[in-house]
């Protein structure tokens, strides 16, 4: 069976099967993650696709089961899978160093486009009324009632599954807050654990990943002291960066399924408190479907956009730092329990059900906000089932959809 690539906290090389043995410097990842942060257009999945192609077939750091292995690793954890099997693949050439030079890369194109349409809409604040911006806010139904629909076939395959999705969307839209998502999620994994049907532990590879445990133990205290610390913190102080790091923190430690599934999310941590309206919310969720790199660049933007202090670029950094500082503890901290904790059954188990709940999460959000926000009439609605239709069905690239959404959108304002 082949070995999953050794990611150490050194900055020393590790890894089986063809990897080049010479370690390479956290620059030299940073110029390759960067290329793939200005090229890689398509969402989490097919980013995963980029990885793959770059990574095993061009430049073989490693085998295609150890990539399999890295690749399942990050989709258990919750936070956006894509970002962290870039994070572990620096480690593995870099080290430590190398895991943030892989992220910066691959995040910082979309960050900076996102952060200056942000400034764009408060030096231009007429441009929040433009048509191609409307068209933008159908490009977000489409995309995420394709997400629902992608998610929905994967991980609700049964009338039980099913049911765990339509109770969890009825919950989160009868109790809006950011606090019901996350008791959704706990109860799903509940739901789960007791009414599934436990996995069979030899059905998956086994992964052999390495890393020290002192580096895990101290990650995993970090994730859990700053889950815990932040919000007492902020309401304590009353600090609105406190509270700004604090939701995004939350938001990124705590969702499942990355990408789409963090909408709902943010939009219960920046709009009910008044920190970004539904409009800005939607229109910058929209232009993001037509970025390369993460979707949670995303949040770059909410942080710019904000009307609290700090704002700009430097509520941008400080809520994009928080979303996705949790990938880097989870990753850290998770590698050395693996294999122990994927071959337990039942924990399989509690993990489908969160699967499912997810999806119903995600339908609530495409419901409100975004249809209610985006779609005011007829054309509207026939707007977004063409793009959800050439999304779906015609397989066209998700760049090339937001684009004909946003000239439909200016050619009908």
Same mark, same amino acid.
């Given at each position: 069976?082949?070995?999953?690539?050794?990611?150490?906290?050194?900055?020393?090389?590790?890894?089986?099967?063809?990897?080049?043995?010479?370690?390479?410097?956290?620059?030299? !990842?940073?110029?390759?993650?960067?290329?793939? /942060?200005?090229?890689?257009?398509?969402?989490?999945?097919? $980013?995963? /696709?980029?990885?793959?192609?770059?990574?095993?077939?061009?430049?073989?750091?490693?085998?295609?089961?150890?990539?399999?292995?890295?690749?399942?690793?990050?989709?258990?954890?919750?936070?956006?899978?894509?970002?962290?099997?870039?994070?572990?693949?620096?480690?593995?050439?870099?080290?430590?160093?190398?895991?943030?030079?892989?992220?910066?890369?691959?995040?910082?194109?979309?960050?900076?486009?996102?952060?200056?349409?942000?400034?764009?809409?408060?030096?231009?604040?007429?441009?929040?009324?433009?048509?191609?911006?409307?068209?933008?806010?159908?490009?977000?139904?489409?995309? =995420?009632?394709?997400?629902?629909?992608?998610?929905?076939?994967?991980?609700?395959?049964?009338?039980?599954?099913?049911?765990?999705?339509?109770?969890?969307? =009825?919950?989160?839209?009868?109790?809006?807050?950011?606090?019901?998502?996350?008791?959704?999620?706990?109860?799903?994994?509940?739901?789960?654990?007791?009414?599934?049907?436990?996995?069979?532990?030899?059905?998956?590879?086994?992964? *052999?990943?390495?890393?020290?445990?002192?580096?895990?133990?101290?990650?995993?205290?970090?994730?859990?002291?700053?889950?815990?610390?932040?919000?007492?913190?902020?309401? #304590?102080?009353?600090?609105? /960066?406190?509270?700004?790091? *604090?939701?995004?923190?939350?938001?990124?430690?705590?969702?499942?399924?990355?990408? $789409?599934? !963090?909408?709902?999310?943010?939009?219960?941590? !920046? =709009?009910?408190?008044?920190?970004?309206?539904?409009? *800005?919310?939607?229109?910058?969720?929209?232009?993001?479907?037509?970025?390369?790199?993460?979707?949670?660049?995303?949040?770059?933007?909410?942080?710019?956009?904000? $009307?609290?202090?700090?704002?700009?670029?430097?509520?941008?950094?400080?809520?994009?730092?928080?979303?996705?500082?949790?990938?880097?503890?989870?990753?850290?901290?998770?590698?050395? $329990?693996?294999?122990?904790?994927?071959?337990?059954?039942?924990?399989?188990? #509690?993990?489908?059900?969160?699967?499912?709940?997810?999806?119903?999460?995600?339908?609530?959000?495409?419901?409100?906000?975004?249809?209610?926000?985006?779609?005011?009439?007829?054309?509207?609605?026939?707007?977004?089932?063409?793009?959800?239709?050439?999304?779906?069905?015609?397989?066209?690239?998700?760049?090339?959809?937001?684009?004909?959404?946003?000239?439909?959108?200016?050619?009908?304002?």
């Amino acid at each position: 069976m082949e070995r999953a690539g050794r990611i150490e906290s050194s900055t020393e090389t590790a890894g089986s099967g063809p990897a080049q043995p010479a370690a390479h410097s956290w620059l030299r !990842v940073f110029l390759i993650f960067l290329k793939l /942060g200005l090229t890689s257009f398509g969402g989490p999945i097919a $980013h995963l /696709g980029y990885l793959r192609g770059e990574f095993v077939e061009r430049r073989k750091w490693l085998e295609g089961g150890a990539y399999a292995d890295l690749v399942s690793l990050c989709q258990f954890l919750p936070g956006p899978a894509s970002s962290q099997v870039g994070i572990a693949l620096g480690a593995l050439r870099a080290g430590l160093p190398g895991a943030f030079a892989a992220w910066l890369g691959f995040t910082l194109p979309s960050a900076v486009i996102m952060i200056a349409f942000a400034y764009g809409l408060r030096l231009l604040p007429e441009v929040s009324a433009a048509g191609w911006l409307h068209g933008l806010k159908l490009a977000a139904v489409a995309v =995420v009632a394709q997400a629902v629909w992608s998610m929905g076939r994967q991980f609700c395959g049964d009338r039980l599954r099913a049911s765990f999705a339509m109770l969890a969307a =009825v919950a989160v839209l009868l109790w809006t807050s950011a606090w019901a998502q996350m008791a959704v999620i706990a109860l799903g994994a509940l739901a789960g654990w007791r009414l599934l049907p436990a996995a069979r532990a030899d059905s998956v590879a086994h992964a *052999d990943f390495r890393i020290s445990r002192k580096v895990s133990a101290l990650a995993w205290i970090l994730f859990f002291a700053l889950l815990g610390v932040l919000p007492v913190a902020a309401s #304590a102080t009353g600090n609105y /960066g406190l509270a700004l790091f *604090d939701g995004f923190y939350r938001s990124g430690a705590l969702v499942f399924g990355g990408g $789409h599934v !963090v909408l709902p999310l943010l939009r219960a941590v !920046v =709009v009910p408190e008044g920190w970004v309206s539904d409009g *800005d919310f939607l229109a910058g969720y929209g232009m993001a479907q037509a970025l390369p790199g993460p979707l949670f660049s995303f949040a770059a933007y909410l942080g710019a956009v904000s $009307h609290g202090s700090p704002q700009g670029w430097l509520g941008g950094l400080l809520a994009l730092t928080a979303i996705f500082l949790p990938a880097f503890l989870l990753v850290l901290g998770a590698l050395p $329990h693996w294999n122990q904790w994927r071959a337990r059954p039942l924990l399989r188990a #509690a993990l489908d059900g969160v699967n499912a709940v997810v999806v119903g999460i995600l339908l609530a959000a495409l419901y409100n906000p975004i249809f209610l926000s985006a779609v005011r009439g007829p054309i509207d609605l026939a707007l977004a089932l063409g793009a959800f239709a050439l999304l779906q069905f015609w397989r066209v690239s998700p760049l090339w959809v937001v684009a004909l959404a946003a000239l439909g959108g200016a050619l009908l304002a």
